[in-house]
């Protein structure tokens, strides 16, 4: 099997505004083989940044786009993948986007050979990586991803929504969090428990608001424990590794998780080893697709970090993530988008649903499970047409 075609969609809103919600807008990727056989996969990244990542001109030979790396090449099993994981990378070494870019492109490849092989993609990646596990993919507690309301009272609100619509665990964040004083960010936890009630997880999520300043954390955590959040997300900045690891070393009495803001490998060791969290979380659209993921959830496992997907995407990102640690069943938390918008709602077929346990799971279809909606396609692709003297190097106007 040979791959022909290498597609990225640029799909957005009519209207973008400066809310930290991820659905506004996306890019998707189809990769089509010469078998018929054609697979998806979304990238959590600037589209129209990551999509000149498959058109740019050659610069040198380090400066080669992923169109031109991928047609024409082999694609028959997962160590096709791997290999072309590699060259994408090396041909790419002086493009910063390359990892966000790729993202989409690698988990339509695990999509393609699934389909190839008959199997689903978290069996593949059983084989390919040697997990320590028992290779069944378990059901998963699906916490609800949400915002901060701008205040206590709109977060409790919120909170209660949730729990009436049976969710048993759900992440507010961002919003005003941070943003005022201690008072006001303890009045926006407590509202989130008191809405979501006692016996429910809550985890918090801070988007990074305090920088490298390791001690208002510490302090944070403390006055937030009383209400027993599963954990305490990205209180500091992604590369802020040093302060992250001061903070692990006080013990604060919340655990820590962070990771989403990992575009390679190497940050997510960076956070787990020197950084001390307590649970990474990885966004297979922003960290070069399901390859790179699963190499973290091994290292988590091997660290005793507790992996957990980040997503804010489609259903299609979310199986995708789920894939990469379906099979161990320790990793119980997935992070589930609650809200989002019509885009992101309607970009697949069908939905990984909440059981009647309160659980998720993936179906045993093969490859990644959920199939792209072409009609949400075609109502939300904004066509990008880019020339160079003239020539057209790119048209994506149609489906
Ligand atoms: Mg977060």
Request: glycine letters at 8%; aromatic letters at 8%; charged letters at 25%.
């Amino acid at each position: 099997m040979k791959i022909v075609a290498v597609d990225p969609f640029y799909l957005k809103m009519p209207d973008i505004t400066t809310d930290a919600d991820g659905t506004q807008d996306t890019l998707a990727v189809r990769v089509r083989t010469d078998e018929g056989i054609e697979g998806w996969g979304e990238c959590d990244a600037s589209p129209l940044v990551s999509l000149a990542t498959y058109c740019c001109p050659m610069s040198h030979g380090n400066i080669i786009n992923i169109r031109q790396s991928l047609i024409g090449e082999v694609l028959g099993g997962s160590d096709d993948i791997l290999r072309l994981h590699k060259k994408v990378l090396r041909n790419a070494l002086d493009i910063q986007q390359i990892d966000h870019a790729y993202s989409g492109t690698d988990i339509a490849l695990w999509d393609i050979v699934g389909q190839k092989l008959k199997r689903p993609v978290y069996q593949l990646l059983e084989d390919q990586f040697r997990f320590l596990s028992d290779g069944i993919g378990y059901p998963k507690i699906p916490y609800a991803s949400v915002l901060f309301g701008d205040t206590p009272e709109t977060t409790f609100q919120i909170a209660t929504r949730l729990k009436i619509q049976g969710f048993k665990a759900a992440k507010f964040g961002w919003g005003p969090m941070g943003k005022f004083d201690e008072q006001y960010d303890i009045e926006l936890v407590e509202s989130a428990r008191e809405g979501m009630g006692k016996s429910a997880q809550i985890m918090i999520d801070a988007g990074v608001v305090w920088g490298s300043d390791y001690k208002t954390v510490y302090d944070r955590a403390k006055a937030f424990s009383q209400f027993s959040p599963t954990w305490l997300e990205e209180p500091l900045a992604p590369e802020a590794i040093e302060a992250y690891g001061t903070l692990s070393a006080l013990n604060p009495p919340v655990p820590i998780a962070a990771g989403e803001g990992s575009a390679t490998f190497r940050m997510a060791e960076d956070l787990i080893l020197h950084g001390r969290i307590d649970y990474v979380q990885i966004d297979v659209g922003r960290v070069s697709g399901i390859t790179t993921a699963a190499r973290i959830r091994q290292l988590a496992e091997q660290q005793e970090v507790q992996y957990v997907n980040h997503t804010f995407k489609s259903h299609l990102s979310l199986a995708a993530s789920l894939h990469v640690f379906a099979t161990n069943e320790d990793f119980n938390l997935l992070e589930y988008p609650a809200d989002g918008s019509e885009l992101s709602q309607r970009l697949t077929t069908e939905k990984l649903e909440v059981g009647s346990d309160g659980q998720v799971r993936l179906t045993d279809q093969p490859g990644i499970g959920v199939k792209v909606d072409l009609n949400t396609v075609r109502e939300f692709l904004a066509p990008v047409k880019i020339e160079i003297n003239g020539t057209p190097i790119f048209d994506q106007s149609v489906l």
